[in-house]
Every structure is written in structure tokens, then in C-alpha cells.
Nanobody, 117 residues
Framework: QVQVVESGGGLVQPGGSLRLSCAAS????????MTWYRQAPGKERELVAT????????NYASSVKGRFTISRDNAKNTVFLQMNSLKPEDTAVYYCRARSGWGIQYWGQGTQVTVSS
């Protein structure tokens, strides 16, 4: 059974850090580019960061560049998003997506991140 499960969200104060995890099962994530998206209330879903299959290429939204780092461990079928210097505007549900070169996509259910004092 194919599953993509995000974890690591929670409530954090401004300036704090969180590390999100995205665990894939039922397929080999090493063959899939992995992307983190987020969606804040009343807003469209936006791309946060993406990483290539081998992990040698990454891309970030301008709003998170320099604060967030995406990485992957293909041996563990897991992708991470290290989020530092968090701001209230980072509050959103964060989703993980796996996408193959031939267009197959798998999405997780999301994990809530709330940045508030």
C-alpha cells in the first residue's frame, strides 16, 4: 500500500525551529522528486522546497530561502524539511508530494505548523 506520511509539525514561537519528516512506503522514493508544499487558511497551496531524486539539486520559495533546508535519506525512504527562524507567516498545513519522472504523484495528508507567541 502506497503511503506518504508527514510528521513533526506543532506549535512553535517566532524565531524557533521545527524539523518535518515525510516517510514514504509502498514505493521506492529514490525514484521520485520530493516536494514540500504548504497551505495557509484562505490561501492557495504554494511550493516551499523541492529536491531531486539523488538529492543533488534543491529549489526553494523565495520566502523561505536561507531559513529552510530540504534533504532526503533514500535508504530510509524519508525526506526532511528543517525550518529555522520561523515566522508567523509560516503558519500553514505542510504537505509532502512524491512525483516520478513519468508523472505519477503521491500526496500526504499534511502536518500543521503554527508559529505564534
Amino acid at each position: 500500500q502506497v503511503q506518504v506520511v508527514e510528521s513533526g509539525g506543532g506549535l512553535v514561537q517566532p524565531g524557533g525551529s521545527l524539523r518535518l519528516s515525510c516517510a514514504a512506503s509502498g514505493f521506492s522514493a529514490s525514484a521520485y522528486a520530493m516536494t514540500w508544499y504548504r497551505q495557509a487558511p484562505g490561501k492557495e497551496r504554494e511550493l516551499v522546497a523541492t529536491i531531486s531524486t539523488a538529492g543533488d539539486s534543491t529549489n526553494y520559495a523565495s520566502s523561505v530561502k536561507g531559513r529552510f533546508t530540504i534533504s532526503r535519506d533514500n535508504a530510509k525512504n524519508t525526506v526532511f524539511l528543517q525550518m529555522n527562524s520561523l515566522k508567523p507567516e509560516d503558519t500553514a498545513v505542510y504537505y509532502c508530494r512524491a512525483r516520478s519522472g513519468w508523472g505519477i504523484q503521491y500526496w500526504g495528508q499534511g502536518t500543521q505548523v503554527t508559529v505564534s507567541s
